[in-house]
């Protein structure tokens, strides 16, 4: 706590230092690399005088909830992008494990059950089974980067597409004839969307506990192991960072494979979540992922993330998207609005690196 | 002796990264343009199709 205060006391006597001329030089730079959240800010305020049900504790818990869903996926694509890559197979990737997850745990009995001989399955080694499946899809991933220093876009889009092809398999097998996987068994949607706290009479689903689980340990992987030190002097500088004795190889397959293990998390959060699964889950899901994390500052040129800033992205690109429902503007125009919040968050990243430079 | 010096000098030399925009030769105001008219155009968007 006094090393805060003292950090903040410097930067009050370095700001009480500055001409008046630096000082309003120092605001230009404050207000347009705070733009974006400026603008979210704004935009709640705006919504939420247009529409008081927006501040609503039932809305509030589901833009909560909504975040949470996407919480794993945007923390492992956070670590791709830290290592100056990004990762285009990960909603793919979630919607195999989701489907996955979705037909071996269909309820006994299911009239279009995709396996009709097959039991319930026990719901740990479907948690462990998707997330084997999404290690596997990173393990070859960062495989490829790392080995035969292939760019991540190629390669994941590569993986995109394999992993589509076979979700699209997937889907034809047993029973299913490529129909949407439904008729979830009861275990697997209280697992998940049950919710065992309630706050104001308004339940919290399970999966907003796992995801802040699954942030306290990516927070634990990335600033107190050794991987997370030697991913972010890989995403810095990799030349230098295999000069200092960094493993940059197994760093880089050890990053993607943790992000394919957070998509299988994803997937089988999802699964039940969504409760009819089809070749259309997880679609673009890596592309919201991508724009959180630039949103909360996890930056292209590599080495610069905090879990704290994805946390953050994804609650605001979420506070938007559901801000925009609320107040009935075109389906449509959100991926306007998307798109101009990812053009903005990366002119301000690369505004950053430019002035540092 | 001095070759075989400077041999090993260059081989510990460490060369700059290159990043996404490391060949960027953008002037910054250009990016303040590109930021300010992003957030307006939202703003537009918004406003224009809420109060209508």
Same mark, same amino acid.
């Given at each position: 706590?006094?090393?805060?205060?003292?950090?903040?006391? @410097?930067?009050?006597? @370095?700001?009480?230092?500055?001409?008046?001329?630096?000082?309003?030089?120092?605001?230009?730079?404050?207000?347009?690399?705070?733009?974006?959240?400026?603008?979210?800010?704004?935009?709640?305020?705006?919504?939420?005088?247009?529409?008081?049900?927006?501040?609503?504790?039932?809305?509030?818990?589901?833009?909560?909830?909504?975040?949470?869903?996407?919480?794993?996926?945007?923390?492992?694509?956070?670590?791709?992008?830290?290592?100056?890559?990004?990762?285009?197979?990960?909603?793919?990737?979630?919607?195999?494990?989701?489907?996955?997850?979705?037909?071996?745990?269909?309820?006994?009995?299911?009239?279009?059950?995709?396996?009709?001989?097959?039991?319930?399955?026990?719901?740990?080694?479907?948690?462990?089974?998707?997330?084997?499946?999404?290690?596997?899809?990173?393990?070859?991933?960062?495989?490829?980067?790392?080995?035969?220093?292939?760019?991540?876009?190629?390669?994941?889009?590569?993986?995109?597409?394999?992993?589509?092809?076979?979700?699209?398999?997937?889907?034809?097998?047993?029973?299913?004839?490529?129909?949407?996987?439904?008729?979830?068994?009861?275990?697997?949607?209280?697992?998940?969307?049950?919710?065992?706290?309630?706050?104001?009479?308004?339940?919290?689903?399970?999966?907003?506990?796992?995801?802040?689980?699954?942030?306290?340990?990516?927070?634990?992987?990335?600033?107190?192991?050794?991987?997370?030190?030697?991913?972010?002097?890989?995403?810095?500088?990799?030349?230098?960072?295999? $000069?200092?004795?960094?493993?940059?190889?197994?760093?880089?397959?050890?990053?993607?494979?943790?992000?394919?293990?957070?998509?299988?998390?994803?997937?089988?959060? @999802?699964?039940?979540?969504?409760?009819?699964?089809?070749?259309?889950?997880?679609?673009?899901? @890596?592309?919201?992922?991508?724009?959180?994390?630039?949103?909360?500052?996890?930056?292209?040129?590599?080495?610069?993330?905090?879990?704290?800033?994805? $946390?953050?992205?994804?609650?605001?690109?979420?506070?938007?998207?559901?801000?925009?429902?609320?107040?009935?503007?075109?389906?449509?125009?959100?991926?306007?609005?998307?798109?101009?919040?990812?053009?903005?968050?990366?002119?301000?990243?690369?505004?950053?690196?430019?002035?540092?430079? | 002796?001095?070759?075989?010096?400077?041999?090993?000098?260059?081989?510990?030399?460490?060369?700059?990264?290159?990043?996404?925009?490391?060949?960027?030769?953008?002037?910054?105001?250009?990016?303040?343009?590109?930021?300010?008219?992003?957030?307006?155009?939202?703003?537009?968007?918004?406003?224009?199709?809420?109060?209508?």
């Amino acid at each position: 706590m006094n090393s805060i205060q003292k950090r903040f006391q @410097e930067k009050i006597s @370095e700001y009480k230092a500055l001409s008046s001329k630096d000082k309003k030089r120092f605001w230009g730079e404050w207000l347009i690399n705070n733009s974006l959240f400026i603008f979210i800010a704004l935009a709640i305020i705006f919504i939420a005088v247009r529409n008081p049900a927006f501040l609503k504790l039932s809305s509030i818990i589901n833009i909560i909830s909504l975040s949470a869903s996407n919480l794993p996926i945007a923390l492992g694509i956070a670590g791709c992008i830290v290592l100056t890559g990004t990762d285009l197979s990960a909603g793919r990737v979630v919607g195999l494990t989701a489907c996955i997850a979705a037909a071996l745990l269909q309820m006994t009995g299911y009239a279009n059950k995709m396996f009709p001989t097959l039991e319930t399955m026990p719901i740990v080694v479907v948690i462990l089974l998707v997330i084997l499946i999404g290690a596997i899809v990173g393990f070859v991933n960062g495989f490829c980067v790392a080995k035969f220093s292939l760019h991540p876009f190629i390669v994941t889009l590569a993986t995109q597409l394999i992993v589509y092809g076979l979700l699209l398999m997937f889907l034809q097998i047993g029973n299913n004839n490529g129909q949407s996987i439904s008729g979830l068994a009861d275990s697997y949607k209280g697992f998940i969307k049950g919710s065992s706290i309630s706050i104001g009479g308004v339940g919290i689903p399970n999966y907003v506990w796992y995801a802040i689980l699954i942030c306290i340990f990516m927070w634990f992987m990335w600033n107190k192991t050794t991987f997370g030190k030697n991913m972010f002097a890989v995403g810095s500088n990799q030349s230098a960072a295999d $000069v200092s004795g960094v493993n940059v190889v197994k760093t880089i397959i050890l990053v993607f494979t943790l992000a394919g293990i957070m998509y299988g998390i994803t997937g089988f959060i @999802e699964g039940a979540r969504i409760g009819s699964n089809s070749a259309a889950t997880g679609l673009n899901y @890596e592309l919201d992922a991508i724009a959180a994390c630039v949103i909360g500052g996890v930056s292209f040129v590599g080495g610069i993330g905090k879990i704290r800033g994805v $946390v953050i992205g994804v609650f605001l690109l979420r506070i938007i998207f559901v801000g925009l429902t609320f107040m009935s503007v075109d389906p449509n125009l959100q991926y306007i609005i998307k798109g101009l919040i990812i053009l903005v968050a990366c002119a301000i990243d690369m505004r950053k690196y430019l002035v540092k430079k | 002796m001095t070759e075989q010096k400077e041999t090993e000098e260059k081989e510990r030399t460490v060369p700059e990264k290159q990043t996404i925009y490391s060949n960027a030769k953008i002037p910054i105001k250009v990016l303040d343009g590109v930021i300010i008219g992003g957030i307006i155009l939202m703003i537009l968007v918004i406003l224009f199709f809420s109060l209508k």
